[in-house]
């Protein structure tokens, strides 16, 4: 997959992310108690182990641990979503 393409996608999966959660804790009144303890612990995971993905297609931050706090949100959406986003840009 081209190296560009690759980038783009995965600020598309990352918007998306951050767009879902936002939805759910924000417009909905519901309370997401699974879902707020799944976005602490895949950031917090992601932060203590230093795992960037972003880093992976070459999309560097100037902020320190943003990528790892982006990468953890993508971590809480759960294994299969990620697995599927390293199987689309060729990594697995």
Excluded at 61 to 77: C, D, H, Q
Aim: proline fraction near 2%.
């Amino acid at each position: 997959m081209n190296k560009e393409v690759s980038k783009m996608f995965m600020v598309c999966v990352v918007l998306e992310g951050i767009i879902t959660y936002t939805n759910n804790f924000f417009v909905t009144t519901e309370p997401h108690y699974q879902m707020v303890l799944s976005l602490i612990f895949g950031i917090l995971i992601a932060v203590a182990y230093k795992i960037d993905l972003l880093k992976l297609v070459n999309i560097e931050s100037n902020i320190p641990y943003i990528g790892s706090v982006l990468t953890g949100i993508l971590f809480s959406r759960g294994s299969n979503y990620v697995h599927d986003i390293l199987k689309t840009l060729n990594i697995m």
